[in-house]
């Protein structure tokens, strides 16, 4: 496995990712960034998954810390997932961590966010 081929596929391989929110709906990868209450039916003022990519490293450990609270003040009832496996944070796109990605898109990456903030973030994302 080369070192740069995260992500591409192989000629003829069909893009099987599912959007692996806790609804379960079935969405593609591609139609997960558009996950609104509509596509899942479960999910609480639109939002459907919410995750934390990170190293492991203390700064992203407090992200996800943060996140959770956010979630608990704001009374959802969705799992803030965090996520270390390099190979995953690299589908999103993100170079540089903690991310947080909220309904399959990426709304923050590079800084580590009070809970005030992703408060904010959650509700822009839920609109």
Not at 34 to 56: S, Y
Not at 104 to 121: N, P
């Amino acid at each position: 496995m080369s070192l740069f081929n995260f992500g591409k596929k192989k000629e003829g391989e069909k893009n099987t990712a599912v959007c692996d929110c806790a609804c379960g709906c079935g969405c593609t990868a591609s139609e997960a960034n558009e996950i609104k209450t509509a596509c899942c039916p479960e999910a609480k003022d639109g939002i459907c998954c919410i995750k934390v990519l990170g190293a492991g490293c203390k700064s992203c450990h407090e992200q996800y810390e943060n996140a959770k609270e956010a979630v608990q003040k704001m009374g959802l009832s969705v799992e803030v997932e965090y996520i270390t496996d390099m190979e995953k944070v690299m589908e999103y796109g993100v170079m540089s961590m903690p991310a947080i990605v909220v309904n399959e898109k990426v709304v923050s990456m590079g800084k580590v966010l009070k809970t005030a903030d992703v408060i904010k973030l959650i509700e822009k994302e839920s609109v």
